[in-house]
């Protein structure tokens, strides 16, 4: 089985495979990245988010949040986990 998706930020292609080979928590991330993306995540939080970041060198906050989501998906107990996603 062999899909293409496009990813969430860069718009570059990832393909997905199916494997016998073991799988930890991260492997999930592309299918969830992938339900996001198909059920307007990115403009809903774009459109929400209650402040905004005006430094030239500011993470966008949308990408710290969906961060910090991800590494919950993924199992993290604490924040500080979430630099490992």
Do not use: C
């Not at 292609?13 to 930890?24: D, G, N, P």
Request: proline share 5%; charged share 20%; no cysteine.
């Amino acid at each position: 089985m062999q899909w293409k998706v496009t990813a969430f930020w860069g718009g570059k292609k990832v393909e997905l495979r199916q494997t016998s080979r073991a799988v930890t928590p991260f492997g999930g991330l592309v299918v969830f990245f992938e339900f996001l993306r198909q059920v307007g995540y990115l403009e809903a939080v774009n459109k929400y988010l209650p402040f905004r970041l005006t430094s030239p060198n500011a993470i966008d906050p949308v990408e710290t949040f969906t961060a910090f989501l991800l590494s919950v998906v993924a199992g993290a107990r604490r924040f500080a986990h979430t630099s490992v996603v």
